[in-house]
């Protein structure tokens, strides 16, 4: 049996499963698969954490790594205990290519991902990335942007809907893709016995009035949009080398709401990013509170070698972790507002393990008697505790 151990975002989860499944194949049974992340120090060190832990409880297991962190810098990972390989992104998802050695990624490596190891399925349909945000080493451990064709991404669809209830689309830099709207209508129509599609994190610069058409007009696509918003003050936006300003992600957050009133928002946000000062943190925590940022993903700023921002005047770690844990703050009293203002509602819940579910848009939601995961039931919410809605099937 093949096992992995998976470290950073959705696309890698995606990944994993398929690489499990060409590791099977071409005779690896018993290999330990570790996927890494390089968006930050923690998750590096995590990772290595993990390989030398696998390392002491088994020293005979071949242990095989892949991932961006491990692109970026194959020999720092090929010295730990235990590896016996690294296998670079772009050839990690080609059968014949998990003996090569990491190498640059060109635009024609491989793109689609199909994974549904769990309730719900990943559908990776693009990959890299051609943007040159200061504080991000993804663009390294990726390569280029390059997108899946609609027509792959719809059959892909079509083989993971019969076994799923819902799909979620996503990529390195999802909305990048040449014709997102285009590959939205064509998934929801071509696969019509799909119940719900759901997309992964947006660029909020790349949204379009395509993509707003899309958002109104499809009832399947699940009324959540989380945003790579970065932060809340223009001026640290200027200094990421991000594409969109604090206006542009108030006028998504009132957009989405005045096309579907139940739309929920999320975001990515980085705290304490180089010459941040308190006034740019205060924005960060208003802009939480202004759009209604329910579903935070707070990073603390973390300097990746080789990035411009690596090379900007840094402030402590420990008031990065500070500013963080206010952001925190400010997105969870959000979050429980959005849930209390879904009490009483009837909701169409994705069931997954352990009694709990998922929301349409994007909020967890434990279950009083659970029927079978994997199906979607309607649950009328009876409660939250804050953190978690809590309801009873229909």
Do not use: Y
Request: net charge positive.
């Amino acid at each position: 049996m093949v096992e992995t151990l998976t470290f950073g975002c959705r696309l890698n989860i995606a990944e994993s499963e398929t690489m499990r499944a060409l590791a099977a194949r071409a005779g690896l049974a018993g290999a330990l698969i570790v996927n890494t992340c390089a968006v930050t120090a923690e998750a590096e060190a995590q990772a290595r954490q993990a390989i030398r832990r696998a390392h002491r409880e088994n020293p005979d297991r071949p242990i095989l790594v892949t991932g961006c962190a491990a692109q970026i810098a194959p020999e720092r990972w090929a010295a730990l205990p235990g590896v016996a390989r690294v296998i670079g992104n772009g050839a990690k998802l080609r059968p014949e290519a998990w003996g090569e050695p990491p190498a640059p990624i060109p635009r024609e490596a491989p793109v689609g991902v199909a994974a549904g190891g769990g309730t719900r399925a990943f559908l990776a349909v693009q990959q890299g990335c051609d943007h040159a945000c200061t504080f991000c080493i993804i663009p390294q451990g990726r390569g280029p942007a390059r997108a899946l064709p609609v027509a792959e991404a719809v059959a892909a669809a079509r083989r993971l809907a019969r076994r799923h209830a819902e799909i979620v689309l996503t990529g390195v830099d999802l909305a990048s893709h040449p014709d997102l709207p285009g590959l939205i209508r064509a998934v929801l129509r071509e696969v019509p016995e799909l119940p719900r599609l759901r997309l992964s994190s947006l660029d909020p610069a790349a949204l379009d009035d395509r993509f707003w058409a899309v958002f109104a007009e499809e009832a399947r696509l699940a009324p959540q949009i989380h945003l790579s918003a970065q932060h809340g003050h223009d001026l640290i936006l200027k200094r990421m080398r991000r594409r969109h300003r604090r206006a542009d992600l108030l006028a998504i957050a009132r957009r989405a709401r005045a096309l579907r009133p139940d739309a929920a928002l999320g975001a990515d946000l980085i705290a304490g990013f180089p010459t941040e000062e308190e006034e740019h943190a205060r924005a960060s925590e208003a802009l939480v509170e202004e759009a209604g940022i329910a579903f935070l993903h707070v990073f603390p700023f973390s300097p990746r070698p080789g990035t411009p921002a690596a090379r900007m005047p840094q402030l402590p770690p420990a008031l990065r972790r500070a500013r963080a844990a206010r952001l925190r703050a400010a997105g969870a009293a959000v979050r429980a507002r959005f849930l209390a203002g879904r009490v009483g509602a009837v909701e169409t819940v994705l069931v997954e393990a352990d009694g709990r579910g998922l929301t349409a848009q994007g909020a967890p939601l434990r279950l009083a008697d659970p029927p079978p995961a994997g199906a979607l039931r309607r649950v009328r919410v009876t409660g939250h505790d804050g953190t978690t809605l809590h309801g009873e099937a229909i």
